[in-house]
């Protein structure tokens, strides 16, 4: 009896190229399913030991963004002059000194001009 060698490839992953950020906390929310099949809080611990998110980024919080009447009149009469949606944005970007100045986020320029 001949045996064949069935020699099986082994894929190896990657390794992410992520750096890690652990922090040890603590917070969390435990829940479970009650008789009438619906889920209650059982614990929680809303306490965090680090920023949400990272501080350049707290300009896209919704509480953060702002698109107020005198930003969508502008945005009309520039889509009025024949300026497209996205230069208009990037127009109001570079006067605003940059994306995280400006107030609004590219999607909430682009929903006011539809």
Do not use: W
């Amino acid at each position: 009896m001949i045996e064949k060698s069935t020699s099986t490839k082994v894929k190896k992953r990657k390794k992410r190229k992520v750096m890690v950020t652990r922090t040890g906390c603590n917070a969390l929310i435990r829940a479970k399913m009650n008789k009438n099949g619906e889920f209650e809080i059982v614990h929680h611990v809303m306490q965090h030991n680090h920023p949400l998110t990272r501080e350049p980024l707290n300009y896209l919080h919704r509480s953060e963004r702002q698109m107020n009447q005198p930003k969508e009149q502008a945005i009309e009469a520039m889509q009025e002059c024949g300026l497209r949606p996205i230069d208009s944005y990037r127009y109001m970007c570079t006067e605003a000194g940059g994306e995280d100045a400006l107030g609004n986020s590219k999607k909430d320029h682009f929903n006011s001009v539809a």
